[in-house]
């Protein structure tokens, strides 16, 4: 694991992945409060609005895999980060899906404790993480 934890490119692509799903689990901790106490929207809006903002985000990545040949950071990211580890592959899995999981959990109790119940926490939380993972990768690159 030593080894895993020594390679910037595993390191980096880890870290992106733990900071896109971070992203994703702070939208999901604090949208349907903010939504629900400062928009009005009501609990079954809210629930339509989910379903769709997950509908399209499903046809984006089908038609993005269609007509570009990848689709974002999540199913790109892992190959890069495990091939140079065929030996230890499951190993490099586990480490990987564990520091994606923590960057989401890290963000999400964050986000739940440190929440004014206005839209600025989440919108410097996504701001941040998107800031971060684009460092990450433009450094990632450097190291080829």
């Given at each position: 694991?030593?080894i895993l934890l020594k390679s910037p490119i595993f390191i980096g692509f880890s870290l992106i992945v733990a900071l896109t799903y971070a992203s994703?689990?702070?939208?999901?901790?604090?949208a349907p409060v903010l939504l629900q106490t400062q928009y009005g929207i009501t609990p079954v809006k809210f629930g339509w609005l989910a379903a769709?903002?997950?509908?399209?985000?499903?046809?984006?990545?089908?038609?993005?895999?269609?007509?570009?040949?990848?689709?974002?950071?999540?199913?790109?990211?892992?190959?890069?980060?495990?091939?140079?580890?065929?030996?230890?592959?499951?190993?490099?899995?586990?480490?990987?899906?564990?520091?994606?999981?923590?960057?989401?959990?890290?963000?999400?109790?964050?986000?739940?404790?440190?929440?004014?119940?206005?839209?600025?926490?989440?919108?410097?939380?996504?701001?941040?993480?998107?800031?971060?993972?684009?460092?990450?990768?433009?450094?990632?690159?450097?190291?080829?």
């Amino acid at each position: 694991m030593l080894i895993l934890l020594k390679s910037p490119i595993f390191i980096g692509f880890s870290l992106i992945v733990a900071l896109t799903y971070a992203s994703v689990l702070a939208w999901l901790t604090v949208a349907p409060v903010l939504l629900q106490t400062q928009y009005g929207i009501t609990p079954v809006k809210f629930g339509w609005l989910a379903a769709i903002i997950g509908f399209t985000n499903v046809i984006g990545c089908i038609l993005n895999s269609r007509l570009v040949g990848v689709s974002f950071v999540f199913p790109n990211s892992f190959p890069c980060a495990v091939k140079p580890f065929t030996n230890i592959a499951g190993m490099a899995a586990s480490l990987y899906s564990f520091i994606q999981i923590l960057g989401g959990a890290l963000a999400s109790n964050l986000l739940a404790y440190g929440n004014d119940h206005t839209a600025i926490p989440l919108a410097l939380m996504l701001i941040s993480c998107a800031g971060l993972a684009l460092m990450i990768y433009y450094w990632i690159t450097k190291q080829k």
